[in-house]
């Protein structure tokens, strides 16, 4: 296996670090050329002595600033600082790197990641954001360049690792019919509320909606993960990964979260990924593909593994992901509307501007108002995402008087 010359967007959230640790392991492997974060100065600096990229970049000049100064101090002056989203895209383009991890957490992710997209990289696909925004016009993208596309998300890695080889070939553009799959079935632990009254959703905090009982994540994802919004959009993700339609994709609660995702096939197989809740492994997997490496996660152990639970969805609890697979119906302006307007909500959820069970009313009315709008090239997917934004923010002046 030749040495991989990477760049890390989002370098210090939860997939930023499982993937250094990975690679920390592996330095023959995987060099480290760029790293990318939003403002956690002390973090990207204390990444920066580890691994010595070329190029650091944060999300404002401030903290870019801040970083530079720290770096200079401590010797590190030869590591290039810069700013902005146009120095992330400059950096997930760049050809000093062949492998990019996109885990930008949101819409800003988008532009980053279609740059290294363009510039036909590897690209380890943690932004579920970028094909949900964008879709065909992200994997229109793929095909131009050549880019190689390799799903980290748990769910749709565990998908690829239970399909035939020749469709691991084809991200983005499987026929899995042709190969005997008849399905896949995403899987989804319920987050922390699963067993909670629906009537009392209402009242829950953001520190409850935020303690995941299986995965240590950020808090927008916590969250979405306890309105299932997560497994929406994972829904819409794996339609364009898997290159299948909606109805070929089915949720199934899996409490223990030990079982990743299935893969049916017509003759009555399925196909199970397993393993504990751990993102190395994934992780490890994409750096390492087609070949395995050590990702420093324990191997399940049957013993002492609790029995497998499996569970319909309700969508009385969980309307967030019933919204989510019907914008997946609906088309492109729906997933964009969705993803723009639940980032906005689930801000004002965190910053106790909104009530937890408000989060589905506002991404319903975004998605009715804007499910019409033409979505035909990226500089539409940003002005529609843009348009939304606005909108939800003007909606959450009113809820604030109500809350």
């Known amino acids: 296996m030749k040495q991989r010359q990477l760049c890390i967007l989002g370098a210090t959230g ?27 100065v002390d973090k990207l600096y204390s990444m920066c002595q580890q691994f010595l990229p070329k190029v650091a970049v944060m999300a404002c000049a401030k903290a870019a ?6 770096l200079s101090r401590s010797g590190l002056a030869s590591i290039d600082v810069k700013s902005g989203e146009q120095a992330l895209i400059d950096i997930a383009a760049s050809s000093h790197t062949d492998t990019v991890m996109a885990a930008i957490v949101g819409a800003s992710g988008l532009m980053p990641t279609l740059a290294a997209v363009n510039a036909g990289k590897r690209v380890l696909l943690a932004n579920k954001e970028a094909l949900v925004t964008s879709g065909q016009i992200f994997l229109d993208a793929v095909k131009a360049s050549g880019a190689e596309l390799l799903p980290i998300d748990s769910e749709h890695n565990a998908i690829f690792q239970c399909l035939p080889d ?18 896949v079935l995403l899987t989804g632990s319920g987050g922390p509320f699963r067993t909670k009254a629906i009537e009392e959703l209402s009242s829950v905090t953001p520190e409850q909606a935020c303690k995941h009982p299986n995965w240590d994540m950020g808090r927008k994802i916590s969250v979405d993960s306890a309105t299932m919004m997560n497994k929406g959009l994972e829904f819409i ?31 009555g197989s399925v196909i199970a990924q397993m393993g504990n809740p751990d993102m190395r492994t994934p992780i490890a997997h994409a750096l390492a593909y087609p070949e395995r490496i050590d990702a420093g996660v324990a191997p399940l152990d049957f013993f002492s593994t609790p029995s497998f639970e499996f569970q319909a969805v309700d969508f009385k609890r969980y309307p967030n992901l019933e919204l989510a697979i019907r914008a997946c119906k609906l088309g492109q302006a729906a997933c964009t509307a969705l993803n723009a307007a639940n980032e906005i909500a689930v801000d004002a959820f965190l910053n106790k501007q909104l009530k937890f069970t408000d989060i589905c009313k506002i991404n319903e009315t975004s998605v009715n108002k804007f499910v019409s709008e033409k979505v035909g090239n990226i500089d539409d997917v940003l002005v529609l995402d843009k348009k939304v934004r606005c909108f939800v923010k003007q909606l959450l002046d009113e809820y604030e008087v109500n809350v």
């Not at 020749?166 to 399905?183: A, H, I, P």
């Open 14 to 40: 939860s997939i930023g670090e499982s993937t250094l640790d990975v690679v920390s392991r592996h330095p023959d492997l995987f060099n480290v050329v760029a790293l990318s974060a939003n403002t956690n």
């Open 65 to 70: 600033n801040q970083l530079a100064i720290k």
């Open 166 to 183: 020749v469709e691991q070939q084809q991200v983005g553009f499987c026929q899995l019919k042709d190969n005997g799959v008849s399905k």
């Open 237 to 267: 993700e794996a339609k364009w990964l898997f290159n299948i339609e909606p109805e070929q994709i089915q949720v199934v609660l899996h409490p223990q979260s030990t079982i990743h995702s299935m893969v049916q096939y017509k003759d």
